[in-house]
């Protein structure tokens, strides 16, 4: 279809059973749809998403030449995905589709209000239109993948994950800081699990001995990263050996984090640092493995170190490790006094019969209150632990020949080098940041990159080993099928009002915009992921997002706001959390107010204030931007961004006499229909449209 052809099109407007037509006048909206400019055909379908339907729907794409489509149905979440699949059978790009959903924001949510619905419905119809009209084609993205695979880190995740590739058929190259392989468990005497404990030793030279029989993985010890460029199927990794000689470099196309962590040091807490008999857990896995032991009569632990408190949440393992370590502790010296004092013992079910172990041997688990440590006080050359016993109700004075200390972790010590490098996130622990948490655990934002283990966060070996696997699986994908194939919901620029002032490489989640040496920007397609945060930010507006371009986002807001504004709500909702959450609502029937005409994007970052000005301008009576729930965004930074701006925004129409109050922000899981639906009550009930 040639672009400057006439805009001709067809609007398929849903029953789905009663679930729409029983609250919505369906063949209201399809006359009503067929009066629309540039609408040239308009039906009614009981299920559109059948096959019967679809190939009605594929018919009359021909048979009327329609060259956009507008389906009004269920949530795009669901069923978008099908319908670009069908348009694209009949001979239509699949971005010439626009969806509207009238399931999920109308008819189940205003079930009780069927005329009002039925206009709700006829808007988020007409704003399907005008956006439709200025849809432009767009493609997805293929890029070569090839089958080498780094792994940054050779514990017990990065091992697990290189045999599994390898295993496979790919080539693997491991990336190790230290002499050996191990990681952590080279300092460890023993793992604790539901089956009790396994040498730390055996394990590790059960790993090192299968990534040594694989041809098929080599391993760089002493060696470091030294520069990283490029994406996946494509990046440059420089390696340098840390004694010394030339670096080198490696065509890799994908890459694996599993760098590990580190125990964080307790520094003046209960004399460590100052009093020698005050050591942490993994100090006294390194007196275990070498039986250091003598002279010492009683061992008192606390848990809970530097954890689990304002700073910090629970460090995940510290019970499970103090367990295991008391049992050993008995196991090698039955005469030892062991104290395990605990505010209370995170472990999972399986992880009791650590617990139980060392209790049968004969250490004592003691529970203080949550807001009253123990103190530690030196006497006579002593260390004394004095302790709250909550179950007996008074104060215990425990003598210590050695303290033991349950505390926090945090990253690797390069963590902040390999951030810079692979342009990734980390948290304040130092832990690298998966892209969602139960969406993608073990991926980073970007395609390529996966992370398992400890680089993530405090794990047990089991743990860390299913995590290697996991990691080691997502980026097998690829690598087997050859090529990844990327949406065509991308930034392109124009370079014509463009002023080089290289804000939008700067902000860009994923590194996905290049400066030249004349600071003119462009887009690596294969990073970009459509936030649209480039192009909210941008001063000369020189920056559009394939299928949410700023004229099509406009006409739908003037769409809506063309007739009786003041009582309309223009919503932007992010296609991920928020959107989640508008259809959660939809699907547990929760009723409110039917003022919002909701507009998506695919992030809240999309969301300008230019877009929010307009609104007001044409009398709208509230602005709502709904994103996802703060810390998680899909586009890592991209609600942190949109939050910054809407403050910015509140303040530029307050100074065009728009009351700010009248704009809203709310964060969302995808889980919380709840929240969505509160926040349409007050917003209501606020702005006085009841």
Known sequence: MAMNEEARVGVFVCDCGSNIAGFIDVPALVEYARALPHVVYSDEGRWSCSVDYLAKLQGAIKEHELNR?????????????LFKNSVKEAGLNPYLLEFVSIREQVSWVHMKEPLAATAKAKDLIKMGVAKAVLLEEGEGIRLPVGGECLVIGGGVAGMTAAVVMADQGFQVVIVEKERQLGGLLNTVLAIGDEHGKTPAVQLVRDKIAQ???????????????????????????????????????????????????????????????????????????????????????TVVMINCVDSKNQDRGCCSIGCRVAAKNAHSLKQLRND??????????????EEHVLQDEAKSAGAKFIRFPQEQYPVVTGFDGCLEVRVNDE???????????????????????????????????????????EAHVKLGPVDFPADGLSLAGCAKSPKSTKESIEEGLAAAMRLSIPMNRGFIEADGIV??????????????????????????????????????????????????????????????????????????????????????????GVDMAGVSRLQYPTHARLIRVMCSARVSSKMVERAFDLGAAGVLVAGCEFPTCHYITGNYACEKRMIRTKKKIAKKGYDPERLWNVWCSAADGPKFARTMHDMVKYLGLE
């Open 391 to 433: 179950l007996l109700g008074r104060e215990l004075i425990l003598p210590a020949d050695l303290l033991v200390l349950t505390t926090s972790f945090q990253g690797c010590r390069d963590v902040e080098e390999i951030k810079g490098q692979l342009k990734v996130s980390v948290n304040t622990d130092g832990f690298f940041q």
């Open 211 to 297: 990534v040594e029989a694989n041809p098929l993985i080599k391993v760089h010890t002493s060696t470091v990263i030294a520069g990283i460029k490029g994406y996946i199927g494509n990046y440059d990794v420089t390696l340098r050996n840390g004694s010394g000689g030339d670096d080198w470099t490696l065509r890799i196309s994908t890459i694996l984090v599993a760098t590990g962590m580190r125990e964080r040091e307790p520094e003046g807490l209960f004399e460590y640092g100052r009093d020698p008999r005050v050591i942490t857990q993994l100090q006294l896995e390194g007196r275990l493995k070498s039986n250091q032991l003598d002279g010492i009569r």
């Open 336 to 349: 030892l006094d062991v104290y395990v004092l605990y505010r209370d013992m995170s472990l999972v079910r």
């Open 69 to 81: 489509v507008v389906i009004a149905s269920c949530t795009p979440r669901t069923h978008e995905p």
């Open 491 to 580: 930034a392109d620029i124009t370079l014509t009002d463009c002023n080089r002032c290289g804000l939008c490489a700067k902000r860009c989640p994923y590194s996905a915009i290049t400066l030249s040496e004349n600071k003119e920007p462009s887009v690596i397609k294969a990073l970009c992921k459509g936030c649209g945060l480039c192009a909210a930010d941008c001063p000369t507006e020189s920056i559009s997002i394939v299928h949410f371009t700023d004229p099509q986002i406009m006409a739908q807001v003037e769409a809506v706001l063309d007739e009786e504004p003041h009582r309309k709500i223009v919503g932007f909702v992010c296609h991920w959390c928020a959107l989640g």
